[in-house]
């Protein structure tokens, strides 16, 4: 079975540190990986993915992520913070084969502050 | 704006009634997909619908169907309410029915409670 795990529920940084918001995954062979964002009353929003190649993915605003097969890990990372970056950060993964959709973890509220 | 319109936006309910929340997806999407995403379950999978069909199914209760029409739009139908189902729906669509290597746009939700 498929799973995602974000070990923290909340993660306060200060305005220009780096952040970085933890995720780990559990999927039968090899995954698809992907970040989204939830402003408040708001849709999620995508931000990047992992699919296959560099290990180092970009997104949006600034946002960058890395695949660690041995860790099975998918960390979003960004150099320096911003207070609009607060936000909810899902993490997302689906199986290469089977399933076909997404299993999102739990969430990790990030604030970023001024 | 993802292009994915939801309704109603909010939903106030009594136990045992029945509500229908209602999903245009984004132009040109023939996949439809919905979520459950409550405080203490996180994001759910419930269901998939391509082109008119079901396509995958997750942690649907019994008391919820769904279906998607010829024009696209979706409807989850949620019966014999609960306390346990307010909730925020989302609904979200992408390109494609096959393997999903894309990315999801969202609505902005219907958010039902349950009284």
């Known amino acids: 079975a498929q799973s995602v795990a974000q070990p923290e529920d909340q993660v306060n940084v200060a305005e220009g540190n780096p952040l970085t918001v933890k995720c780990t995954y559990s999927?039968?062979?090899?995954?698809?990986l992907f970040w989204y964002v939830q402003y408040p009353n708001r849709g999620l929003q995508f931000l990047l993915k992992?699919?296959?190649?560099?290990?180092l993915v970009k997104g949006s605003y600034g946002f960058e992520a890395e695949f660690n097969k041995s860790q099975t890990s998918f960390h979003l990372k960004k150099p320096s913070a911003l207070v609009s970056d607060s936000a909810l950060y899902f993490c997302?993964?689906?199986?290469?084969?089977?399933?076909?959709?997404?299993?999102f973890g739990t969430g990790t509220r990030l604030t970023v502050i001024p | 704006d993802s292009g994915v319109t939801q309704t109603p936006k909010h939903l106030i309910t009594a136990t045992g009634q029945r509500v229908t929340l209602r999903c245009s997806p984004r132009?040109?999407?023939?996949?439809v997909y919905w979520y459950q995403q409550s405080l203490d379950q996180g994001l759910q999978f419930l269901i998939q619908?391509?082109?008119?069909?079901?396509?995958a199914k997750g942690n649907i209760l019994e008391r919820f169907s769904a279906q998607q029409f010829p024009d696209l739009h979706s409807e989850l139908n949620l019966s014999s309410l609960e306390l346990g189902d307010s909730a925020l729906y989302f609904c979200?669509?992408?390109?494609?029915?096959?393997?999903?290597?894309?990315?999801?746009?969202f609505g902005e939700g219907s958010r039902l409670t349950v009284l």
């Open positions: 979200a669509s992408s390109g494609g029915g096959g393997l999903m290597t894309g990315e999801l746009f």
């Open positions: 999927v039968s062979g090899n995954p698809y």
């Open positions: 992992y699919i296959t190649g560099d290990n």
């Open positions: 997302a993964v689906r199986p290469q084969t089977g399933a076909n959709n997404l299993f």
């Open positions: 132009s040109g999407d023939l996949s």
């Open positions: 619908y391509y082109n008119g069909e079901e396509r």
